[in-house]
């Protein structure tokens, strides 16, 4: 590996909460020196003849890695939407290093063999590191756990049904207290499933307008205080995978007062957009849980910046065209977002919502600290996964430029700031800006 002197930066640290200017030396894939000081970049040992490369940052930020829970890739089984190698790339380009895949793929990842697909998959085709999750109960049913413990053996890193509801609580119990025996986490989907099957839309009075079937945002407390409960019974580590809505934030903070092992997450989409977006029927907007009311977004972000929200997700949901240009009910939920989560995330930024410490706090630092991961942090010997960008550039998102083989995003012709320069992957380039 490369031995690379990063100068000029303005150094984004997440544990500290601080911008500074400054460097980093990396040697064999790891940050060996924070620089902060000019005095610093003096003297003999840190002369360019003592490196491979010296990146001039030129003032632009420098940042751990972005570690993404909840990216979806389609393989096995729909490898048209999404590959591991695709995938790969729309993520280098975005500046997230960590992909941790979500298993609800066809078939879904809850046996060994698939799980042991998946990683080498993985291996052979991404640029960036990739931590699959394994499905809690067989085929994401919610009738029979699956072999918990061989999969945390072939690399499971967490344990979720995603999007499927377990609704029989006995299952659930016995699921939780196995996974709670191993030491592993759980990953919820907080969610009333039978008021919110069918759902296309938040309630209201849009909704109501539009005549699409919505859903109460009561359905996502409902599914929280219940999950909150089996965590009180079994012990488990739990991670809420989306709040997005500002009813769920007390029992969440709660729970955290209790003593509770739970964190929670949400996704650029409903920090950055809200239900009126949806317009005259853009199927591109269409995401589940279903974009929420302007009060809810702003609530989430303030969660965000206080910490009560541990942290933001692409949740990077690729669809073709031909599941998308359908009628809004009929559609497919879902928008692919790797790329798109860095600028997105910028908004909260530009808007004074959410300071940059903060974002990559909720973005890499913790993430990584839940999965028990030693990168997200621009420490001394922490993994060199890092991405260099501008908060300030402007451009327009143009959605036929994106890496992913699916491009239904919606931000498409949207207006941003902020650009991925430079992605490193333990010290190694795996994307530059053309």
């Known amino acids: 590996m490369s031995d690379l002197l990063f100068k000029n930066a303005k150094l984004i640290d997440p544990e500290a909460g601080t911008v500074t200017t400054g460097g980093l030396v ?23 003849v ?34 591991f190698g695709s995938a790969g790339l729309a993520a280098a380009a975005g500046g997230v290093t960590t992909m941790v895949t979500r298993p609800d793929t066809d078939p879904a990842i809850d046996n060994p063999e698939t799980l042991e697909f998946v990683i080498r998959r993985a291996r052979e085709a991404a640029p960036v590191n990739v931590l699959p999750m394994a499905a809690l109960t067989k085929g994401r049913q919610g009738r029979e756990m699956t072999e918990i413990g061989f999969l945390l053996d072939a690399g499971a890193v967490a344990f979720t049904d995603c999007d499927h509801v377990v609704t029989d609580s006995k299952v659930l119990t016995r699921a939780l207290a196995y996974v709670r025996s191993l030491g592993a986490l759980v990953i919820g989907h907080p969610q009333d499933p039978g008021l919110s099957a069918g759902a296309a839309a938040t309630s209201g009075k849009f909704a109501s307008l539009r005549g699409l079937p919505a859903v109460s945002p009561m359905a996502e407390r409902m599914g929280l205080d219940r999950d909150i409960a089996m965590i009180e019974m079994t012990g488990v580590k739990y991670h809420a995978d989306q709040i997005t809505t500002q009813r769920a934030l007390p029992p969440l903070e709660r729970a955290k007062q209790n003593g509770f092992d739970i964190t929670a997450g949400t996704s650029i989409h409903h920090l950055t957009l809200n239900a009126l977006d949806v317009a005259d029927y853009r199927t591109f907007f269409k995401i589940k849980p279903p974009l929420r009311d302007e009060e809810d977004r702003i609530a989430m972000a303030e969660a965000v910046q206080s910490g009560l929200i541990d942290t933001i997700s692409s949740m990077h949901t690729p669809q073709d065209e031909e599941s998308k240009r359908l009628p809004f009910e009929a559609a497919a939920s879902g928008a692919v977002a790797l790329e798109t989560l860095l600028p997105a995330a910028m908004r909260l930024f530009h808007s004074d919502h959410v300071t940059l410490p903060n974002l990559w706090r909720a973005m890499s630092l913790n993430p990584a600290k839940r999965l028990g991961l030693p990168c997200g942090r621009l420490a001394v010997g922490a993994p060199a996964d890092l991405v260099l960008f501008d908060p300030h550039a402007p451009f327009v998102m143009d959605r036929a430029t994106l890496q992913s083989k699916s491009r239904n995003t919606p931000f498409d012709g949207a207006r941003m700031q902020g650009k991925v320069l430079a992605t490193y992957v333990t010290g190694v380039s795996v994307y530059q800006k053309p």
Do not use: M, Y
């Open 26 to 48: 990396v040697r064999d894939g790891k940050i060996t020196e924070v620089l902060t000081q000019r005095t610093d970049f003096e003297g003999e040992k840190l002369t360019a």
């Open 50 to 83: 003592n490196f491979d490369q010296v990146i001039d940052c030129d003032r632009k930020h420098l940042a751990p890695g972005i570690v993404d829970i909840g990216v979806k890739v389609c393989e096995p089984g729909e490898r048209h939407k999404e590959s």
